[in-house]
């Protein structure tokens, strides 16, 4: 307020600071000091370009990244989502054909000792001791 009282022009200063307060309010201070005309110059320069990009880059980039993230949604996220559900649903498959044939020799090869036993199982239990079997392989996964 001193400073305007020096420069005389009250009326004009209000009107330039309420275009200032939008804008250009620092080379109006800038303006008061006279030396610094390169420092308004990189201020306007700075807020009406540099500083609006900074805001269209942060507007941008959250622009982008919700179109990466709906490609990975899409694509990365929802294989990663089906790997979880698509590894149960692949092990039942395999596990529905390996009750008729090939699911005692998948357990032939992590059980290297009962072999013996799913082969007699084989022969006694056709249908009950599998699920028994899938419930074995299916607590450690």
Same mark, same amino acid.
Do not use: A, C, F, Y
């Given at each position: ?13 209000? +009107?330039? &600071? ?7 309010? /620092? !080379? ?17 320069? $700075? ?6 990009? +900074?805001?269209?880059?942060? #507007? ?8 990466? &993230? ?7 996220? /929802?294989?990663?989502? &089906? ?11 395999? &596990?529905?054909? $390996? ?10 090869? #992590?059980?290297?000792? !009962? ?27």
């Amino acid at each position: 307020p001193v400073v305007h009282q020096q420069q005389d022009s009250p009326h004009l200063l209000p +009107v330039v &600071h309420q275009k200032g307060n939008t804008t250009k309010l /620092r !080379p109006v201070v800038h303006q008061q000091q006279g030396s610094p005309q390169l420092l308004p110059v990189v201020h306007q320069k $700075g807020n009406t370009t540099k500083l609006r990009p +900074v805001v269209h880059q942060q #507007q941008d980039s959250p622009q982008l990244l919700p179109v990466v &993230h709906q490609k990975g949604n899409t694509t990365k996220l /929802r294989p990663v989502v &089906h790997q979880q559900q698509g590894s149960p649903q692949l092990l039942p498959v395999v &596990h529905q054909k $390996g009750n008729t044939t090939k699911l005692r020799p998948v357990v032939h090869q #992590q059980q290297d000792s !009962p072999q013996l036993l799913p082969v007699v199982h084989q022969k006694e239990n056709t249908t009950k001791l599998r699920p028994v079997v899938h419930q074995q392989q299916d607590s450690p996964q």
